[in-house]
C-alpha cells in the first residue's frame, strides 16, 4: 500500500497536484492541514480515499475538517493532525500520547514545515515538511511517501519537489 502525506500547502494547490502526478498511481493521500482552500475543489474527481484535517489557518467556516482523523491502512492505525494543538513546537509528546491513547501506531502530523521522520515508543512520527512554505535548510518544498507491505512493515521516505525552491 501506498499513502500521499502532504501538508502546509497554503494556497498553493498546484503543488499538492505536482506530488500527485509524481506518486501516482497510491492509494490513499493525507493532508494534515494548512490547506487554506477546499480540498475537494482542488482534487476534483479522485479515485483514493483522501483524509484532511484542520491546520491553524483552515479557520473559515466554510470548511469541514476535523481537528484530528483516525485511519486503519494495513493492520495500522494512523493518528492524522496537523500539531498545533498537540504543542509540536515544543516536542512531540503529547502529539506521541495521543497517537497511544487512540491505539495508533503512527502519527502524520504537520504544522512545523520541516519535514521528518522518527520511530518512538513504537509510534512512527511522520511530519511532511511542507509543500509551500519549507522552513528547513534546503527550503525544497517536501512531502512524504509510506509504503506498507504485505507484512505490514512501514517505510516512510521524505520526497522533494524536483526543480522547485521557494525562500
Not at 479522485?46 to 491553524?56: A, H, K, L
Not at 481537528?67 to 498537540?86: M, N, P, Q, R, S
Not at 504537520?110 to 509510534?123: I, M, N, R
Not at 535548510?137 to 524536483?162: H, Q, T, W
Request: hydrophobic share 40%; aromatic share 8%.
Amino acid at each position: 500500500m501506498k499513502i500521499l502525506i502532504v501538508s502546509d500547502t497554503h494556497r498553493k494547490h498546484a503543488l499538492i497536484l505536482k506530488a500527485i502526478g509524481l506518486e501516482a498511481p497510491f492509494d490513499a493521500l493525507i493532508h494534515c492541514g494548512d490547506i487554506e482552500g477546499d480540498i475537494d475543489a482542488i482534487l476534483d474527481d479522485v479515485e483514493y480515499p483522501v483524509t484532511v484535517v484542520r491546520g491553524n489557518m483552515d479557520n473559515s467556516p466554510w470548511y469541514s475538517y476535523e481537528d484530528d482523523e483516525i485511519i486503519e491502512a494495513k493492520g495500522h492505525k494512523i493518528f492524522v493532525t496537523h500539531g498545533h494543538k498537540y504543542g509540536v513546537n515544543y516536542g512531540l509528546n503529547d502529539l506521541k500520547q495521543a497517537a497511544k491513547e487512540a491505539e495508533c501506531d503512527i502519527a502524520c502530523y504537520g504544522h512545523l514545515h520541516v519535514p521528518a521522520v522518527a520511530e518512538e515508543d513504537g509510534v512512527l512520527l511522520i511530519n511532511p515538511g511542507s509543500l509551500a512554505q519549507p522552513r528547513q535548510n534546503s527550503a525544497k518544498p517536501s512531502y512524504c511517501v509510506l509504503m506498507i507491505d504485505e507484512a505490514g512493515r512501514l517505510d516512510a521516505e521524505i520526497r522533494y519537489l524536483p526543480g522547485y525552491l521557494l525562500i
